[in-house]
């Protein structure tokens, strides 16, 4: 039949193409696009003069009644159509894979002289080469290792370049970027292959192959072909991702880098001595992210979408509004509270050039942010794990109001009192006012840094309105957070965040809402005794409305702003999209009819759910926030 090897095609790798393709299309981005048309390029060029040789010396062969005939130099077009589907393949799953690490993280600065990374690198070159050599040996001595002989000959050298270049990233990245889009390809195609050679749709010919077998009917050269094949393919990949690691990551380095680094950039990134790496700025970024995923998960979801220097940044600005909120959450009272939120003002004074004074009362000329007596105040007052997140601070791309009005929501934090547990929020307005202070700013700040790595031709107008939109979906989130912790700020801090007014309407006052959130916690002795009684189930019946009040503010906040989204830059639009509706997901769990799960005394998003939300954004605008 003269479709067998097109039937391999239509039955075996293009469902798993269209599959990959959907699961990718809305993380897809140029860079992407760009990395597969890179090494799809050098597969089929460094493939076929090889397969081109193996063919016109009978090592391998087709049948004439298994292919449509059309060949290009020898090679039947299904094969050269092999060479580019496993390499579409396999990058799309490493693609998807490696999608939620950011690279930069996994660079390591080698101390010359004392680095034990020369010993792997050498360790790891030395192996390939005895590879190389055996087949070399093979090839040399002809017969039955001839076709094993010419694929270690073929392949490794290739494989001993990228080891050499991009050894430290291979080490480093976690397993699912290296080994698992390695294997699975891999394990598939074996037994795509054991098909194939049964049926007859390619033979390897008898005097040239070893005649040992991995598993009854697959040849163990067929084996080591798509185990080499598909390490060349994912080794490729991770060299592209160190180089534009180190891209991304030194702007000392390469301060004009433009998103898609041609070939010489990108090999002049990886030749980068890693002796001048940034130490503290890896470091750095390593505790942002560490970070973040300890305390900011649908944050550090989100970032995983967003690209480059912006994701850098975004990621350090998340991970500075933690740490100041927990300098000042952790304080053992509130007059150290009180004097680290004097410490931040300081910390600002000095970055933006203002006029200051320590903290004993003496003046501090202020210099260039981040440097001089910036960096000597980071040093002196801050507690070492926090330092290198304020010294990369990219305060030269953020406005300062903003973070000095997320200080003054700070503040705000510091009048809540156990005599006073409203503490400032005496209103809807004052409500609003703290949202705007402890997230609009925070939202704002985003938008400038996407505004700043995309200008595009964004006029001044439309980037002020979209950093208002921005400012209120903040607010938005801010609600969906009081109202996911109405229980764990009452319980743990005795804070109610709700005006009294609406307390007022539930018959409750600040003081009787935190009793009555004590009674009917699950720790309460009295809850767990006997159940909840009717007084409780009163209680919650409260709660609730209360909570279902504070989700309507956030959707009436998040209706206003989120069309907002769509004038974004196209290289931010989406990831944003996914970091306001992954967090808005909490508010619809929390208005769900069958109720939400709770952890930790907070309501949930599990994780398949997240990852759906996710995807659902990335994939276009997402409906009515009611709705949805």
Wanted: proline share 6%.
């Amino acid at each position: 039949m003269r479709f067998d090897y097109a039937l391999v095609h239509l039955t075996y790798t293009i469902p798993p193409a269209i599959l990959l393709s959907v699961l990718h299309a809305p993380l897809c981005t140029r860079r992407d696009l760009y990395k597969i048309v890179f090494l799809v390029t050098i597969a089929v060029l460094s493939t076929i003069p090889w397969d081109s040789y193996l063919i016109r010396t009978n090592i391998w062969s087709y049948p004439p009644d298994g292919v449509i005939g059309l060949k290009i130099f020898d090679i039947p077009v299904e094969e050269v159509f092999f060479f580019v589907i496993q390499t579409y393949n396999t990058s799309l799953l490493y693609l998807l894979l490696s999608k939620p690490v950011l690279h930069s993280v996994y660079l390591v600065k080698e101390e010359k002289g004392r680095s034990r990374w020369k010993y792997i690198k050498l360790l790891g070159q030395l192996g390939l080469a005895l590879v190389i050599k055996k087949g070399i040996e093979y090839v040399r001595a002809g017969g039955r290792h001839t076709y094993l002989g010419l694929i270690l000959v073929w392949a490794v050298p290739f494989l001993w370049m990228l080891w050499a270049l991009a050894y430290q990233f291979l080490v480093n990245l976690p397993w699912t970027s290296t080994l698992v889009p390695i294997a699975l390809p891999t394990l598939y195609l074996w037994i795509v292959d054991t098909l194939a050679l049964k049926r007859g749709t390619w033979v390897i010919e008898q005097g040239t192959k070893t005649g040992w077998t991995l598993w009854p009917g697959l040849e163990i050269e067929e084996a080591v072909f798509f185990l080499l094949t598909n390490c060349l393919i994912v080794f490729g990949l991770v060299a592209f991702d160190n180089a534009v690691a180190v891209l991304d990551a030194f702007p000392a380095h390469y301060p004009h880098f433009s998103g898609l680094p041609s070939p010489v950039t990108l090999v002049r990134a990886l030749l980068l001595p890693a002796q001048t790496y940034d130490d503290d700025r890896i470091l750095g970024l390593q505790q942002c992210v560490a970070r973040l995923r300890a305390k900011s998960r649908s944050f550090y979801l989100a970032s995983s979408v967003f690209q480059g220097r912006l994701r850098i940044d975004l990621i350090i600005l998340y991970s500075f509004c933690r740490v100041a909120d927990d300098l000042i959450d952790n304080a053992k009272d509130p007059a150290e509270a009180r004097q680290w939120v004097q410490t931040l003002k300081t910390y600002l004074d000095l970055c933006y050039g203002g006029p200051t004074k320590t903290a004993d009362g003496r003046e501090i000329a202020a210099r260039d942010p981040n440097q001089g007596p910036a960096t000597q105040h980071i040093m002196q007052h801050f507690p070492p794990d926090t330092q290198l997140t304020l010294l990369l601070l990219p305060t030269d791309r953020l406005a300062k109001e903003p973070l000095y009005e997320l200080l003054k929501g700070f503040e705000m934090d510091l009048q809540f009192t156990a005599s006073s547990p409203s503490g400032p929020i005496k209103s809807e307005a004052d409500l609003d006012t703290y949202g705007a202070r402890v997230a609009g700013t925070v939202a704002l700040l985003c938008i400038q840094l996407v505004m700043y790595h995309y200008p595009g031709n964004t006029s001044e107008a439309t980037a002020q309105r979209l950093m208002r939109a921005g400012h209120d979906m903040g607010i938005a989130l801010q609600y969906t957070n009081i109202a996911r912790d109405l229980q764990v700020d009452a319980l743990n801090t005795r804070r109610v965040y709700v005006p009294p007014a609406w307390l007022k309407k539930e018959k409750l006052t600040a003081e009787s809402f935190i009793t009555g959130i004590t009674k009917t916690s699950p720790s309460s002795s009295s809850a767990s005794a006997s159940g909840a009684s009717d007084q409780d189930a009163f209680f919650m019946k409260k709660l609730g409305a209360l909570r279902s009040r504070l989700l309507d503010r956030a959707f009436a906040f998040y209706d206003r702003s989120k069309s907002a989204i769509e004038e974004l830059p196209v290289e931010a639009r989406a990831p944003m999209r996914v970091a306001v509706e992954s967090y808005m997901q909490i508010a619809r769990e929390l208005r769900r009819p069958g109720g939400f799960v709770v952890k930790a005394g907070r309501a949930t998003v599990p994780v398949w759910r997240r990852l759906w939300v996710a995807w659902r954004a990335l994939c276009g605008p997402v409906g009515a926030g009611g709705g949805r």
